[in-house]
């Protein structure tokens, strides 16, 4: 297929026939948790009618569960790029990266050094701003207000050999859509001596994720931001996971990924998850042609299909997103947050409207059926230091691969009335 087929995107989604008061709901609310396709619902209820056990049984629905299980881990490694058991799975990603930073604080001691960033989510700066009881110092990497961009010179000041025993950041703001140079800031690590996590989260969504390429140690995403259960997923790179000891039954398996995974799964939303990926795949075997100049040689099988449904989603959402930015931009009193045209960042519209709070806005959005976020979205700190924290935060708009260009006229139209209602 040489052009992208939201239609067919689309009619796998059932959610997007609901309409408010006769106006079709159109979802720009992505960054906070996709709408489902039809295959991840199949598989869901399938799991759960026809084979829900406990694992590790001697009967056909356990047995069934264990393959299932084995074939979460396989999607996953398919889709972040690494290896079946570097990736574990739990509730979500908050709760894993809770887990992950009590396993790597065991090696932190008094007068050793964090570094993350104010561009974050509070899921990768809270677990790591609690050790600062114990003595660990936090320090915390500038963003540059005026771009909403990470400080890079003050970033490379932070991280300090024998000193910096942990680096953690996001891929992507999911405020503002700024994607950072993870791959730097790994190799910052590296060559500190300290740990790298990401927060993959919200970049999961809006392009391919390689850990090999990247370079981490950890990487966690949740799956319902791109079309599954609530789910949290986790990258550990083996040769890190040997070296930390997860808080972990006796009883339970000591190899990875089963070492960080706590308790009885979410086996359907594990099948779920599964599903999602399959969806992803779905989409770039259908628009493989659309980026094949972009599709590394050495790509195989569910992997390869997952970049390129990826990558396909990028192609269609980029220039509705700029395009939305630009009339967005022409209207009275709008103020646009983010970085800079030609800087990488994801199809997430971050915008202020004058005479109304983020709050106001969005509701007066929601009763057209324009469904946006308001808020800080748990990027408090980023929030805070624009100075918007007391207007109730940003309006964010979410492309996703379903978004059509009507959906975002609709919207335009209707932040151009809320203009006017005030002059």
């Not at 887990?99 to 604080?105: N, T």
């Not at 990470?150 to 942990?166: C, H, I, M, N, Y």
Request: glycine share 10%; net charge negative; hydrophobic share 45%.
């Amino acid at each position: 297929m040489t052009h992208y087929d939201v239609a067919y995107v689309r009619s796998q989604f059932p959610a997007l026939k609901r309409t408010i008061d006769g106006l079709p709901v159109a979802y720009l609310d992505g960054p906070g948790g996709t709408q489902t396709p039809q295959r991840v619902l199949d598989a869901v209820r399938e799991y759960l009618v026809d084979h829900n056990a406990n694992y590790g049984g001697r009967f056909a629905t356990s047995e069934e569960t264990d393959a299932m299980v084995a074939e979460a881990h396989k999607a996953g490694a398919d889709f972040l790029g690494g290896d079946p058991a570097e990736v574990s799975f739990g509730a979500n990603m908050t709760t894993l990266t809770y887990f992950l930073a009590e396993a790597l604080g065991r090696g932190l001691h008094a007068g050793d050094e964090v570094v993350i960033t104010a561009l974050d989510h509070e899921a990768n700066r809270s677990p790591w701003l609690r050790f600062a009881e114990r003595g660990v110092v936090v320090r915390e990497v500038p963003v540059d207000l005026a771009t909403c961009t990470l400080d890079w010179s003050a970033f490379e000041t932070l991280v300090r050999p024998g000193r910096t025993k942990v680096v953690a950041l996001g891929y992507a703001s999911n405020a503002v859509g700024t994607v950072n140079d993870v791959a730097r800031a790994a190799g910052l690590a590296r060559s500190a001596g300290a740990w790298s996590v990401v927060d993959a989260v919200h970049y999961a969504l809006h392009g391919p994720i390689d850990v090999r390429a990247v370079g981490c140690d950890f990487l966690l995403c949740s799956a319902y931001k791109f079309f599954g259960p609530h789910v949290g997923l986790m990258y550990a790179r083996r040769e890190a996971t040997a070296q930390v000891e997860p808080l972990r039954l006796a009883t339970q398996h000591a190899e990875p990924p089963y070492v960080w995974e706590t308790g009885t799964l979410n086996f359907e939303g594990l099948a779920g998850t599964t599903a999602a990926i399959d969806f992803i795949a779905d989409l770039g075997e259908r628009h493989a042609a659309l980026v094949e100049d972009r599709l590394s040689a050495g790509l195989k099988g569910r992997r390869r299909a997952v970049v390129a449904g990826m990558l396909a989603g990028e192609v269609y959402e980029q220039p509705l997103a700029k395009g939305l930015r630009e009339q967005l931009a022409a209207i009275r009193g709008v103020t646009l947050h983010g970085p800079p045209e030609g800087s990488p960042r994801t199809s997430t519209v971050s915008f202020t409207l004058d005479g109304f709070t983020a709050g106001e806005a969005a509701r007066a959005l929601g009763v057209r059926g324009l469904f946006v976020w308001d808020g800080d979205f748990y990027a408090a700190r980023l929030v805070e230091l624009l100075g918007l924290a007391e207007h109730g935060g940003l309006i964010r708009v979410g492309l996703a691969p379903y978004t059509t260009q009507d959906e975002l006229e609709r919207l335009v139209a209707a932040v151009r009335d809320l203009s006017r209602s005030v002059r």
